[in-house]
């Protein structure tokens, strides 16, 4: 079936930058939205930032100016770029993917969240 894995997380200073994958696999016939969520310790999880098929993006205000999303849909895998990283960035980055797929050999529609990975921004 569908998969997403993530990698690129880890632990940063502060003002420093990473950037973050998300490719997607399941014999996947299109691709809609794609996007990275986030959740802090004792937080729920929120939006960092998304994009449409066509490349339209949206971003959480907190991370305006310093994160960017993009994808490459020959690669079916969306990044996420994040500078000037603070302290209070840090937390496990979801990506979630919708889309449809080839399963049996007819087509299903899937919504699908990535295992997460870790961003830790500490001196």
């Known amino acids: 079936q569908v998969q997403l894995v993530e990698s690129g997380g880890g632990l940063v200073q502060p003002e420093g930058s990473l950037r973050l994958s998300c490719a997607v696999s399941?014999?996947?016939?299109?691709?809609?939205?794609m996007g990275w969520y986030r959740q802090a310790p004792g937080k729920q999880r929120e939006l960092v930032a998304t994009?449409?098929?066509?490349?339209?993006?949206d971003c959480a205000d907190s991370v305006k100016g310093r994160f960017t999303i993009s994808r490459d849909n020959a690669k079916n895998t969306v990044y996420l770029q994040m500078n000037s990283l603070k302290p209070e960035d840090t937390a496990v980055y979801y990506c979630?993917?919708?889309?449809?797929?080839?399963?049996?050999?007819?087509?299903?529609?899937?919504?699908?969240w990535g295992q997460g990975t870790q961003v830790t921004v500490s001196s």
């Open positions: 979630k993917v919708d889309g449809r797929n080839w399963f049996r050999g007819l087509l299903h529609d899937f919504d699908n």
């Open positions: 399941g014999n996947i016939f299109s691709i809609n939205a």
């Open positions: 994009i449409t098929s066509g490349g339209s993006t």
